[in-house]
């Protein structure tokens, strides 16, 4: 199977919204996600070519903010029925070598701090903790933090 990196645009948002209301407990709204389309921010997302089938199926997307020289990860996600089969490796390796493309000299995210999977995956890519937000992310009850990591290219 071949994997194929397509830009986003404001068209594709509406294909990406289902992927996105499946990956995350508290999702963006379309309209935050059609705000961080073009300008400032950056992303791209993964089609496969099915085997047996002539069509491709996207399996994730990310989405990446660009200021003086520093990237931030906005959003990431992968097809829940796509998880486990290293998509989100392909997708944060893309993320890293598009913020250097764009001259970044470091790189910004955050993540939850139950979402020990992401913790790992991102600390295996270089990223190290460098502080919390308390009670960043809204979850079905109350609040958690954010961790937030960074890494230098």
């Not at 029925?81 to 995210?109: N, P």
Request: aromatic share 12%.
């Amino acid at each position: 199977m071949a994997n194929q990196f397509h830009p986003i645009s404001l068209s594709d948002v509406d294909n990406l919204m289902p992927i996105e209301n499946a990956s995350h407990s508290h999702p963006w709204t379309e309209s935050l996600f059609r705000s961080c389309v073009g300008g400032r921010y950056f992303g791209q997302y993964l089609t496969i070519e099915q085997q047996n089938a002539n069509r491709n199926s996207t399996v994730g997307f990310y989405v990446g903010d660009y200021v003086a020289g520093e990237a931030t990860l906005m959003n990431i996600c992968v097809n829940p029925i796509e998880q486990g089969q290293g998509y989100g490796k392909v997708l944060l390796t893309e993320f890293i070598s598009h913020a250097k493309r764009l001259g970044a000299e470091k790189l910004f995210l955050e993540v939850r701090a139950s979402n020990i999977s992401a913790q790992m995956l991102y600390i295996n890519y270089g990223f190290s903790e460098i502080g919390r937000r308390t009670g960043y992310y809204p979850k079905a009850i109350g609040y958690e933090d954010a961790i937030v990591m960074s890494k230098t290219l």
